[in-house]
């Protein structure tokens, strides 16, 4: 597709269990960022991905939560036993290259989010 | 206190001047910019300005950066309903991991009458 693309848009589900977002970044774009976005909280940088260097997980909030990038393409963000305040909308990008970079730096292509309501 | 800091909220007839302010702590941002976020839309970058810069101005848009200060704001011109929306303050770092990302302040919510 032309854009960021994420799965699923919506999903609930009841505290303890585990979820998996998709994120489909758009083709050639060797960066992938998740954010999250709680009411009142603003983005919270979560993980980077960044070619085939060893990601940045600095903004993980715990251990239950991990993420993978099979073939430097699409993303999967795992939260184990969710717990209610993991509820927020979910938000991948892609950049072409590390944020800063020539042209138009800075310019991370967000997807609409995934929006996760843990019961 | 936080990296970026906003006001969380801006009201304003259709026509007038906004100005949406943003302060920041580390002096060493290399970039700041501003993105847009429309309801039921995603993030979008709407502007950025280089460090070593005071102002830029597109179109409408007209961005100062105060480095001394640490003071960043966004001037739209005209304002009308269609640019309500949240704008994010954001600024160019590098983590404790010594990858560089973006951090986002809080957001302001733009809000257009008629």
């Known amino acids: 597709g032309a854009g960021v693309s994420q799965s699923p848009s919506n999903k609930v589900t009841e505290k303890g269990k585990d979820v998996e977002l998709r994120c489909d970044p758009i083709?050639?774009?060797?960066?992938l960022y998740w954010y999250r976005q709680s009411l009142g909280q603003g983005l919270e940088f979560l993980i980077y991905?960044?070619?085939?260097?060893?990601?940045?997980k600095s903004g993980l909030p715990s251990d239950r939560f991990s993420a993978e990038r099979t073939g430097g393409s699409v993303s999967t963000l795992t939260i184990q036993r969710t717990q209610q305040e993991d509820s927020a909308v979910y938000l991948c990008?892609?950049?072409?290259?590390?944020?800063?970079?020539?042209?138009?730096?800075?310019?991370?292509?967000f997807g609409e989010g995934s929006r996760l309501t843990v019961l | 206190g936080e990296d970026v800091e906003q006001s969380l909220f801006l009201s304003v007839r259709e026509g007038d001047s906004s100005v949406i302010n943003c302060t920041y702590t580390d002096s060493s941002s290399t970039y700041l910019y501003w993105y847009k976020q429309e309801p039921g839309a995603g993030l979008q970058l709407l502007t950025y300005?280089?460090?070593?810069?005071d102002m830029k101005q597109d179109q409408r848009l007209t961005v100062l950066l105060n480095k001394k200060d640490k003071h960043l704001s966004l001037r739209i011109a005209d304002t009308q309903t269609g640019d309500s929306a949240i704008y994010f303050c954001v600024r160019y770092r590098t983590s404790r991991s010594g990858y560089s990302t973006l951090t986002f302040g809080k957001g302001t919510m733009l809000l257009v009458s008629p």
């Open positions: 083709s050639g774009h060797t960066a």
């Open positions: 991905f960044q070619g085939n260097s060893a990601p940045d």
């Open positions: 990008a892609s950049s072409l290259g590390s944020a800063g970079g020539p042209s138009r730096p800075g310019e991370l292509f």
């Open positions: 300005i280089f460090s070593n810069m």
